[in-house]
């Protein structure tokens, strides 16, 4: 049953993890998960790429009634997998229960760095 609370499927097309870069803030890529449930969301992510085998089964959760970011430059939270800094990839998320995800990426490789967040396609 879906009461309004999220989907189960969210994807994520255009994905390229920037590096660090040079300024303060940190150049980065994130996944936001909001579970409005009482229950726990058990989230399992899978990796495309356009040269090799998607990378699948990295698995996390969200608490019921809780946000999480999950940020794609920390490799703990996404199971220890360490995400290749400036490739092209997309993200799968399925979630066992609905919940509402949001990407964002703030890229600094330029004076004028650029920072977009954006709801992906959900079924």
């Known amino acids: 049953?879906?009461?309004?609370?999220?989907?189960?499927?969210?994807?994520?097309?255009?994905?390229?993890?920037?590096p660090p870069g040079e300024h303060p803030l940190e150049g980065h890529e994130s996944i936001i998960?909001?579970?409005?449930?009482?229950?726990?969301?058990i989230l399992r992510f899978?990796?495309?790429?356009?040269?090799?085998?998607p990378v699948e089964g990295l698995a996390a959760?969200?608490?019921g009634q809780r946000v999480r970011c999950f940020r794609l430059d920390h490799p703990?939270?996404?199971g220890g997998y360490v995400v290749p800094k400036e490739t092209q990839y997309a993200v799968k998320l399925v979630s066992d229960v609905p919940v509402v995800v949001q990407y964002g990426r703030l890229d600094t490789?330029?004076?004028?760095?650029?920072?977009y967040t954006t709801m992906g396609l959900s079924v």
Request: net charge negative.
């Open 76 to 78: 703990e939270d996404l």
């Open 1 to 18: 049953m879906n009461d309004n609370k999220g989907k189960r499927l969210w994807v994520f097309p255009d994905c390229e993890l920037p």
């Open 61 to 63: 959760e969200v608490e």
């Open 33 to 41: 998960v909001l579970n409005m449930n009482d229950d726990k969301a």
């Open 109 to 115: 490789r330029q004076t004028n760095m650029a920072f």
């Open 46 to 53: 899978t990796l495309y790429f356009p040269d090799q085998e």
